[in-house]
Nanobody, 115 residues
């Protein structure tokens, strides 16, 4: 099985920074893409940032220039560095792994940005 565990969420003042981590484990053989998604109350889950096995990245327009996705292969971990946080970034953030067209999700970590 594949397991994803997010950490690093919390409460932060607007303009502050957080770094989310996603530790991966289990039957991981061929990763196509890793990504971060978020879901605010009453809204659909949306893509925030993705990184392919080749290192290509994509970001939602709302976070470009503020968020950075990266990986540490030695630690089997994916990160999301979030800078210049805004109240609209408040959401539960989820890590997703795509392998052979199968999608696996972490449990989510809450990020709350206050004014």
């Amino acid at each position: 099985q594949v397991q994803l565990v997010e950490s690093g969420g919390g409460l932060v003042q607007a303009g502050g920074s957080l770094r989310l981590s996603c530790a991966t484990s289990g039957s991981i053989f061929s990763i196509n893409v890793m990504g971060w998604y978020r879901q605010a109350p009453g809204k659909q889950r949306e893509s925030v940032a993705t990184i392919s096995s080749g290192g290509s990245t994509d970001y939602a327009n709302s976070v470009k220039g503020r968020f950075t996705i990266s990986t540490d292969n030695a630690k089997n971990t994916v990160y999301l560095q979030m800078n210049s946080l805004k109240p609209e970034d408040t959401a539960v953030y989820y890590c997703r792994l795509t392998q052979r067209s199968r999608q696996y999700w972490g449990q989510g970590t809450q990020v709350t940005v206050s004014s």
